[in-house]
């Protein structure tokens, strides 16, 4: 490690020495999985404490209504002490799952399932789950108010408690105008039985919401555009390429249903058309799904053994990125890399080009800076261009003062991932994770500070970082928080192992958040990846191709949520090596 840093130096590729690797930072964390490795079993044996020596949650508890199940709130819930904390989890899906391999399920290298994880099975002892949306906040009163989801069947025998509320899958905000009775309580609608509105008190909420897809910047994408952010959304892709495939394969698309030359040419082009996509965005979801893209097509319609074979002339890929470089967050020769690999493939790569218009069967794309539009005929358009804030951001921040506002919708933070609020008595009691949260931060070498990037290492470090807080018991109203002062009346909390092991660090001041970034890994297609391996700030290896590969499977095998995803990831790849990708459309 130590030479490759300084001969990266040498070449002027890197101004960081080995001296400059955040060592006080990596031993802080070594430390942290040692009380990890305590203290997140607790829940999965009768809530136990085995860092407080107790067998029974504690009967004061105080209550952390979590909103959200992406990477901030998995991580969080999975660290939680039950025995500290009432848990109460509050999302539209029961379930967390690994969104860096959405692209591989679009296309049928992986299940949904096999990436998924249902909520209640990652602390089967949080004290509740509820399927619904938050869409209001009272911050000085610690209320949040929840849209249910309608858990009504195919067969309408459930109709539940909120049979008339939307989809859980409409990205729209719920419009529902909370209507309260004399002494404060929320209206209820007797015929609906305990209503579809309800309002949940809390100690600390943590607003991990996560963003919706910024299609609506763009004429017709937010009508036309699938997204890929939820397994839904994976599904649904998948759903549309099958359709795809099986409508430029039926007869009045093909040249021998017509006699005539010019009948012969646009049948042609109409089958062409069918099998176009465009992916929007060339960051790292984009790229990762043309490569996948690539390598469904080039398995169900290779010779002479594809299912697809009569269409392996017809189907296209566009790649549409706005920048001048795919992977802007990679080093250049990375970036070089991930474009060269894309075209040798066949992928149609438009850079410095803008979106314009998305129709059901067309977009319309023009070069930066150019007047001159193009229209492109095509089926299937994927957004993966950018993110905005989800409608409950906007109104949490309407309750907080105007120095919450950050950049891009989203919620400022101090390193303790508090949010600014507009009086003593509610500060400390809301923390913003993930992708809400802007907290900036500089490097050594940068003239200004940048906010975090909206990354899942970001959003998972937060989490455990914010779940080892509220289990030490520190004191977030003050700056910094505090462990609580020794009292005559919890001899045992104040002399308990945890204490001593917290005081023996000298973390009686809780410290604050630092992001230790272990790199980038994205998928180009053909079994190839890149790889840029850092360790905070410093660079240390840069990998292409096959070794990368290896690489980018062996972190996301060891990534997933539990042992049983292992299991089912592995399984899922070695059926699509020996037997290929199921097509069948159900």
Not at 163 to 174: H, W
Not at 401 to 408: V, W, Y
Not at 456 to 473: D, I
Request: net charge negative; hydrophobic share 40%.
């Amino acid at each position: 490690v130590s030479n490759e840093v300084e001969y990266k130096k040498f070449l002027n590729q890197s101004p960081y020495s080995v001296t400059d690797i955040a060592w006080p930072v990596l031993i802080q964390r070594f430390l942290d999985n040692i009380e990890d490795g305590t203290q997140k079993n607790n829940g999965k044996f009768k809530g136990q404490s085995k860092l407080k020596g107790r067998g029974m949650p504690k009967e004061e508890r105080k209550t952390v209504v979590v909103l959200g199940t992406g990477w901030a709130s998995h991580a969080f819930v999975k660290l939680a002490s039950t025995y500290d904390l009432r848990i109460v989890v509050v999302s539209p899906v029961n379930h967390f799952v690994f969104t860096p391999m959405l692209a591989s399920a679009a296309v049928g290298t992986v299940e949904y399932r096999s990436m998924t994880e249902p909520i209640r099975v990652t602390n089967p002892y949080i004290d509740n789950f509820v399927e619904g949306r938050a869409i209001g906040v009272d911050v000085e009163a610690k209320k949040v108010q929840v849209q249910l989801t309608s858990l009504s069947t195919v067969t309408g025998a459930f109709k539940g408690v909120a049979s008339d509320a939307p989809c859980r899958l409409d990205p729209e905000p719920v419009q529902t105008s909370i209507v309260y009775n004399e002494d404060g309580s929320i209206q209820r609608d007797k015929r609906m039985g305990a209503g579809d509105v309800i309002e949940l008190s809390y100690d600390h909420i943590i607003c991990s919401v996560g963003t919706a897809s910024r299609s609506n910047i763009v004429p017709g994408a937010k009508e036309h555009c699938f997204n890929l952010k939820t397994s839904q959304d994976s599904k649904r892709l998948r759903t549309a390429i099958g359709e795809a495939l099986e409508f430029a394969a039926r007869p009045d698309v093909q040249e021998f249903y017509y006699s005539d030359e010019g009948s012969q040419i646009r049948a042609r082009e109409e089958r062409r058309r069918r099998l176009r996509i465009a992916v929007v965005g060339g960051g790292p979801t984009g790229v990762e799904l043309s490569g996948e893209l690539c390598d469904f097509f080039g398995q169900i319609c290779r010779f002479p053994d594809g299912a697809y074979q009569r269409l392996r002339e017809d189907v296209e890929v566009l790649l549409i990125h706005g920048g001048s470089e795919l992977l802007p967050s990679m080093d250049p020769e990375l970036r070089a890399r991930a474009l060269s690999a894309l075209e040798d493939q066949g992928v149609s790569v438009y850079l410095n080009t803008r979106l314009k218009e998305v129709g059901q069967d067309y977009i319309v794309v023009g070069e930066k800076g150019s007047d001159e539009v193009q229209t492109v005929p095509l089926a299937i358009t994927i957004w993966a261009a950018g993110n905005a804030p989800v409608p409950f951001v906007r109104e949490l921040l309407s309750q907080l003062p105007e120095s919450a506002a950050g950049s891009g919708g989203r919620i400022n933070v101090d390193r303790w991932c508090r949010p600014p609020t507009r009086s003593a008595d509610s500060f400390g009691s809301i923390l913003v994770l993930g992708d809400v949260a802007c907290f900036e931060s500089r490097s050594k070498f940068e003239s200004s500070p940048s906010a975090l990037p909206q990354t899942a290492q970001v959003a998972g470090q937060q989490g455990a970082f914010v779940a080892r807080m509220l289990n030490r018991g520190y004191d977030l109203r003050v700056t910094p928080p505090r462990l609580p002062e020794p009292s005559e009346e919890d001899e045992e909390a104040s002399f308990s192992l945890l204490r001593t092991w917290l005081v023996a660090r000298g973390l009686e001041e809780a410290p604050g958040f630092d992001f230790l970034s272990l790199g980038l890994l994205a998928y180009v297609g053909q079994e190839e990846a890149l790889n840029q391996v850092m360790v905070g700030d410093v660079p240390l290896f840069n990998y292409s191709g096959k070794v990368a590969f290896f690489l980018w499977r062996s972190v996301y095998l060891a990534k997933q949520a539990s042992s049983r995803n292992q299991a089912l990831i592995a399984f899922d790849w070695l059926r699509t090596e020996a037997f290929g990708r199921d097509i069948t459309r159900l």
